[in-house]
């Protein structure tokens, strides 16, 4: 992912330019041109693959390297690249970035801070497994309490392009609706689709796994959850079904257990359903079979390059066959891996396992002409796997054995600005005229800036998933590394070191708005300890009150929201809302998103009082956000983004 800096806060830079971690972006990575590969095998025409309904989520209610520098200037994207090449014509056409003075808002002195703080809802439940709720909070509390300047706004489902309001939001489409101020079919939803329509199988994806089909394995990588955020357990069984239906005859499944998006422990019950599938494929003449695996946060699945050590346990366990557990089956690996009562492990955390024949032999290592599909829609924790299998020249880690004739794909293409994966089997979401595009278009200034874990958020996903700049020279883009332990074990994260950094971009009079991203309330969140959680919340209101003050300053203005819910509920409930115990009697832990609406703040001494909240729009969610923040710099909201949030100035 491309990153960059200089100028203002250059300093951090130099200070962590001794550990910088191994090379990436573009430049160094250029794929090699594909080894020949065999012509493709005949292929049966077979159905369309009847999907599974996404299962109901339970109760809904993240290692590192210093953050590095990129050369901005290198990842600059291009007034021609802007629009993607196959954009629909209508698109294509010349795109007009004007933005117009707003006809009763005028534009404030100081700067615009869009301050986003991750995994914050406003949750129905207000008992004491609310973190945000029990946490004191005086900062948030005053902003509540200021009259048509706080509503609450939609983070979940439909509002933000997932297929059902039954899904929780996560940080990537609440980011891109932020970000983009439109609401696009997310991927989850686009992979729905090209399975019930079949169209899947019909692309240019699915013909190179195809090849694979008749004499090689067909290997499928992913997280083995229903989620939702990052995967669905039921498109990779429509996938595996598609595959046998069209004559794969060996297939290997890499999974990665979850814990995180679902409750924990909820890993044996998915291997038993995978492993239902494989029998079914069995009984079809297909020899399917789970091959390897390991907790989310441990193998494969890093982002950011927080921690390239998890991908490496991931290559050597599903490409080598190589890892410090082996078992004949996955269900042993799983329920064994997960510890004791005494010394349990999390389904997040689990170590790698490679599954193995009578004679010890790896049953699915990934060899010459075999296919690969990483099976995750969702891009972030894909892309540095996606750079070992794509570029032969990777460099980052020792891959010891770099199979010739791969077919690799993933389930979507990840990183639109570095075209990788090269293969996908489904075209992903179009994210076109994203904010940062006007604000650049248009000579707007901007400092973005989160720690490694959400850095990309504020960034990548922000611009509509894409990596670089938009406009160096008019964009300031800074991560403070984070920590490399369980955040419960350090809830304050880089908190502090972001608003140190934000209020020296706030000050330096540089940037018309800055940006900022606090992880705490998610990451800790994701842990499911609520002491912990607690803090995370503490830590971050602190925060937030230093950075309105500097705000008010230098007469600017804020908005302060979030992108969904997580340390709003931290217990699993039954259908009425109780919470729920384990055989243990213990408290079931919430580790997961929740499908809270999400607080929306608007102020700062730079904001005219007749400034305020519209009454009209109810059901406005954070892709309305995007409106609002032109608004407040003083424009009309573009026309093709989502109504604003805010009336007209009296
Ligand atoms: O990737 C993760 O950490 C979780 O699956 C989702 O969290 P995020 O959407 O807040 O990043
Ligand atoms: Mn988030
Ligand atoms: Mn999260």
Known sequence: MGKGMGGVLSKKKKADDSAAPPPKDKEEAAPEPKAAVEPAAAVEAAPPVELAKPAEPAAPSESTAPGAVTDPASDSISEAAAVKKDAPESKKMSFDYTLQPHSTIPGPE??????????????EFKDEYNAVHVASTPTIDALRAVPKRFRTIKAHGTAVGLPSDADMGNSEVGHNALGSGQVVDQGARLVDIALETGKMFEGEGWKLISQAFPKHTVHFIGLLSDGGVHSRADQLFGCLRGAAARGAQRIR??????????????????????EAVLTELREKGCDARIASGGGRMKVTMDRYEADWSMVKRGWDAHVLGKAPFTFTDAKTAVTTLRGTEEDPVSDQYLDPFVIVDEAGAPVGAIEDGDAVVLFNFRADRMVEISKA???????????ERYPVGLRFVGMMQYDGDLKLPANYLVPPPEILHVSGEFLVKNGITTFACSETQKFGHVTFFWNGNRSGYLD?????YLEIPSDKIEFNKAPDMKAREITAASKE????????????????????????????????VETVDACVKELLETVDQVNGRWIVTSDHGNADDMVQRDKK???MKGEDGKLLPLTSHTLASVPFFIGGKGLPDGVVLRDDVPDAGLANVASTTFNLLGYEAPSIYKPTMVQNAA
């Open 389 to 399: 299998f794509e570029y032969q020249d990777f460099t980052t880690f020792d891959r």
């Open 472 to 476: 160096a020279k008019l964009e300031q």
């Open 505 to 536: 971009a706030i000050l330096s009079g540089k940037y018309k708005v800055v940006r900022v991203n606090f992880a705490n309330p998610d990451m800790v969140g994701h842990t499911g300890d609520l002491a912990a959680t607690i803090r995370a």
């Open 110 to 123: 100081g700067p615009l801070m869009v301050c986003i703080l991750d995994g914050f809802g406003e949750n």
């Open 577 to 579: 809302g109780k919470p």
């Open 253 to 274: 499944c890499h999974i990665l257990t979850d814990g995180r998006d679902v409750p924990d422990g909820s890993s044996v019950k998915y291997v038993a359903e995978l």
